[in-house]
Every structure is written in structure tokens, then in C-alpha cells.
């Protein structure tokens, strides 16, 4: 309880945290056990599946002036309500089919224009650096939302480290492709099978870079549950849900736009940017509003979801009636 129910001051500073309970959260993380899962099932210690990837080195979770203090999505709803077509159409499909999406092992290749392209086991792409925990509105192009307390660090590092060339202007991404498991990629009619996998997303380097846009390995203080994008996902929390790209494995630096998935569907359902914007309708329904799961009324959509004085200035000058 004393850590699910930590103030915020509390969050970052070991010598504020009683020191036991400090040494026992991290042991429970080292261990691939959610401690926040544990105790929403009523005990601490009760062992859930947990990816790998988190397993045998330190993390260090951080408070954020990034993260918004709105009441967090309940647990159970954050993973059971989700879009991940490769294992189906449905909401609930993810969380019933997860077993589908195999971790372990898992590499991530960085490459393109960059001066240090690598190839890693996930565990070390992640090791290097320390982690925080970033509460963040996310807004589902379909009209709801969520806010989820995630546990990542900024996409930056990467970039940093990759050291993008010159003519690097985009960032592109791609996730897992495993048809022989993932039900949701083998081509059968009346399925999602004729989209164009793997999932692919975008973003330009400058929004890549923005200190808002991180790559999540967990979320509620546990490991990423496999629904949720396992075992390492992009968030970009100002932008509709489908541009938080889940499980990569391949981050490209491009000079040109690259193609997207759902840009690829439709184009004119899904733009590249994406941005959350209450002015501009989908074809299909207003964006006006949005549902926050778990609430009834519904609640005015704000612009870039809230997020305008982080992020407005990446578009100033842009018509984004036009650039969608
Ligand atoms: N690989 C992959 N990433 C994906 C999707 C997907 O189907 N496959 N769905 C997207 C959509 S539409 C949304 S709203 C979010 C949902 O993330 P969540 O289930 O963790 O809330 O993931 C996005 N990332
Ligand atoms: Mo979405």
C-alpha cells in the first residue's frame, strides 16, 4: 500500500522512501513480479506472467513534471480494453490472445541514416538507462481515453546514441511480424488479415525527440503486460492512440515520410501526423468529445490531448486542417 499510495514527492528520492520498502519494490521488479498487480489482486507476492526483458538490472523510477495528476484508469481496464490487431479486430482480444506474442527472445535493430546503427537483445537495449514513471492522457482515435501511469524513458536516449545524419528526417518503427502465432496476421476473410503487416508508424525527428515521447517496458509498476505492447512500445501522448506504436523491434532513421499502416488502409482516415484535434472531424464521427473508460459523461477533447504547451510549437506555421 505504501507505495501504490506514494505522493508524488516520494517517488524519485531513496532517501525519502523508507529504505526497506525502496529495496523490496525494486527486488520485486528485478524478479519480473507486478507488485502493482500484486496488490490490485489483493496480495503482495502473487506472481504474474512478466516479459524478460525487466529482469537482472536496476531500475531507478522517477517522478515527472511530465506527468498529468488526473485520477489513473483503473488496472484492469488499462489491459483489458485494447487495440492490438495482430491478435484480432476485438477489444478484448489482446488481453484473451496474448499468449500469442512471444518476448523472448526479442532484438531490436536500429538503423538507417545514424552513425552508431546496432542490433540488441531488448535487456540491453533497455539497461542503460534509468526508468520513470509518466502518467499520461491518451486518446483513442475510436472517442475514448485512458490515463496510464507508465514506466519507460525518453525515446531521445535512443536517438542520442543512434546519432541521426543529416538527411535523417523521420524516425520510422515497425513491430513484431509472426504470423504462425499472431492469429491476427494470417490472411483469413471476415479477420484484420488485409492489413499491411507488420504494423508499421512514423514520426518526424523533431516530434521523435520531444521529451514527451518515450518508449514504455511497463506500466502500474509492473512489466508491460503483452496486451499492452510487450516487451517495449512507443507513447506519444498527444497524438490518437494508433500512432503509440506496440512490441518493436526495428527503429529506422529515413529521410523521407515513411509509410504507415493505417495511412495505408485509409488515407483519408488516418494522416500522418495524427495529432489529437477536437476541430478536425474523422470522415466518419465528430471528435469533439471522448469517453474517459470508466466515466459516463463525456468529456471535451482538448487540443494536441491536452498537451498544446509542450507541443504546439512543433507546428506552428503547418495548416492542420490540411497535414492530418
Ligand atoms: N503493433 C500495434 N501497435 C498498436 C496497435 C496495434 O494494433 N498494433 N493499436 C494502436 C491503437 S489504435 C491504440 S489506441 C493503442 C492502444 O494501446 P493500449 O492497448 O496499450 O491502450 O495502441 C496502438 N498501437
Ligand atoms: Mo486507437
Redesign the pocket.
Known amino acids: 500500500m505504501l507505495i501504490r499510495n506514494r505522493r508524488r514527492s516520494e517517488c524519485s528520492h531513496s532517501e525519502i522512501t523508507p529504505p526497506e520498502v525502496y529495496a523490496r519494490r525494486r527486488e520485486f521488479l528485478r524478479a519480473g513480479v507486478g507488485l502493482g498487480a500484486g496488490l490490485a489482486l489483493g496480495g503482495l507476492g502473487m506472481a504474474l506472467p512478466a516479459s524478460a526483458a525487466l529482469r537482472g538490472f536496476p531500475l531507478e523510477f522517477e517522478g515527472s513534471d511530465y506527468s498529468t495528476d488526473e485520477s489513473k484508469t483503473a488496472y484492469d481496464e ?1 489491459t483489458s480494453y ?5 491478435m484480432g479486430p476485438g477489444k478484448s482480444d ?1 488481453k484473451t490472445y496474448a499468449d500469442q506474442l512471444k518476448t523472448d527472445p526479442w532484438t531490436i535493430t536500429v538503423d538507417g541514416l545514424c552513425e552508431n546503427p546496432g542490433e540488441y537483445a531488448v535487456e540491453d537495449f533497455i539497461s542503460p538507462w534509468s526508468l520513470e514513471e509518466r502518467i499520461y492522457r ?1 486518446r ?2 475510436e472517442g475514448w481515453s ?1 490515463v ?1 501511469p507508465w514506466i519507460g524513458f525518453e525515446l531521445n536516449r535512443i536517438i542520442e546514441k543512434a546519432q541521426p545524419r543529416g538527411g535523417a528526417r523521420y524516425v520510422a518503427f515497425e ?1 513484431i511480424y509472426d504470423p504462425d502465432n499472431l492469429r491476427g496476421q494470417r490472411r483469413r476473410r471476415g479477420s484484420s488479415g488485409g492489413l499491411e503487416w507488420p ?1 508499421t508508424e512514423g514520426l518526424r525527428l523533431d516530434e521523435a525527440m520531444h521529451p514527451l515521447t518515450i518508449l514504455a517496458v511497463g506500466l502500474y509498476d509492473e512489466v508491460l503486460p503483452n ?3 510487450a516487451p517495449i ?1 512507443v507513447v506519444v501522448p498527444w497524438k ?3 500512432k ?4 518493436i523491434q526495428h527503429i529506422r532513421f529515413v529521410e523521407d515520410q515513411p509509410p504507415t499502416l493505417w495511412n495505408q488502409a485509409q488515407s483519408d482516415e488516418y494522416g500522418f501526423y495524427s495529432n489529437v484535434n477536437p476541430d478536425v472531424d474523422h470522415p466518419r464521427w465528430s471528435q469533439r468529445t471522448e469517453r474517459r473508460i470508466g466515466e459516463f459523461r463525456r468529456r471535451r477533447t482538448e487540443m494536441f490531448n491536452g498537451y498544446a504547451d509542450e507541443v504546439a510549437s512543433l507546428y506552428e506555421g503547418m495548416d492542420l486542417t490540411r497535414y492530418i
Open positions: 488499462i485494447n487495440n492490438f490487431f495482430e489482446p491518451m483513442c482515435v485512458m496510464i513491430s504494423y496486451q499492452n505492447g512500445r490518437y492512440g494508433f503509440s506504436i506496440k512490441s
